[in-house]
C-alpha cells in the first residue's frame, strides 16, 4: 500500500521578533494510520514528533489539542503548532495549504474514520504481549 510524504516549510518563533525556516517531512503510512510522523531533520538534531492525524484535521478548522501538542488557526492561512516537550516548548509557523494538502492526500489513501480497516490486529497483539 502507498504512504503519503510531504515536505513542508515551517518557522520556527524564537520570541517576538525572531525565526528560523526549516522544512519538515511529513509521513503517513496506512500501517499506523492514525498518526501522522514530523521529521524536523539536522535543523533540529533530528526531532521526531509523530501526531493524531485527527489532531491536525481539528486543528485545520479551528483550535485543537491537549497536553503536549496544540494548535490554532492564525492570520494570513497559517497554522500556529505549539510542540511541548522536556526542553520547553516549540512554537511553529505552519502555512495552512501544503499541510492542508497532504491531510487531503492521507484521507485520499485511509478515510477519516476507515482506519481500523487497516491495522493489523493480529502484528498488534504479538507485539503488545512480547513487550
Same mark, same amino acid.
Given at each position: 500500500?502507498?504512504?503519503?510524504?510531504?515536505?513542508?516549510?515551517?518557522?520556527?518563533?524564537?520570541?517576538?521578533?525572531?525565526?528560523?525556516?526549516?522544512?519538515?517531512?511529513?509521513?503517513?503510512?496506512?500501517?499506523?494510520?492514525?498518526?501522522?510522523?514530523?521529521?524536523?531533520?539536522?535543523?533540529?538534531?533530528?526531532?521526531?514528533?509523530?501526531?493524531?492525524?485527527?489532531? @491536525? @484535521?481539528?486543528? @485545520?478548522?479551528?483550535?485543537?489539542?491537549?497536553?503536549?501538542?496544540?494548535?490554532?488557526?492564525?492570520?494570513?492561512?497559517?497554522?500556529?503548532?505549539?510542540?511541548?516537550?522536556?526542553?520547553?516548548?516549540?512554537?511553529?509557523?505552519?502555512?495552512?495549504?501544503?499541510?492542508?494538502?497532504?491531510?487531503?492526500?492521507?484521507?485520499? @489513501?485511509?478515510?477519516?474514520?476507515?482506519?481500523?480497516?487497516?491495522?493489523?490486529?493480529?502484528?498488534?497483539?504479538?507485539?503488545?504481549?512480547?513487550?
Amino acid at each position: 500500500m502507498d504512504n503519503v510524504s510531504a515536505r513542508v516549510v515551517m518557522r520556527l518563533i524564537t520570541d517576538g521578533t525572531h525565526s528560523r525556516e526549516f522544512a519538515v517531512e511529513c509521513h503517513y503510512s496506512p500501517d499506523n494510520p492514525y498518526a501522522v510522523r514530523l521529521e524536523f531533520g539536522a535543523a533540529a538534531h533530528d526531532a521526531v514528533w509523530v501526531l493524531s492525524r485527527e489532531l @491536525l @484535521l481539528r486543528g @485545520l478548522r479551528g483550535p485543537a489539542g491537549e497536553g503536549d501538542v496544540h494548535i490554532e488557526p492564525g492570520a494570513d492561512d497559517t497554522l500556529f503548532v505549539a510542540l511541548r516537550g522536556q526542553d520547553g516548548t516549540a512554537l511553529l509557523d505552519v502555512p495552512y495549504g501544503p499541510l492542508a494538502r497532504f491531510l487531503t492526500a492521507t484521507e485520499e @489513501l485511509v478515510p477519516a474514520g476507515r482506519e481500523p480497516a487497516h491495522l493489523d490486529w493480529d502484528r498488534w497483539l504479538t507485539e503488545l504481549l512480547s513487550a
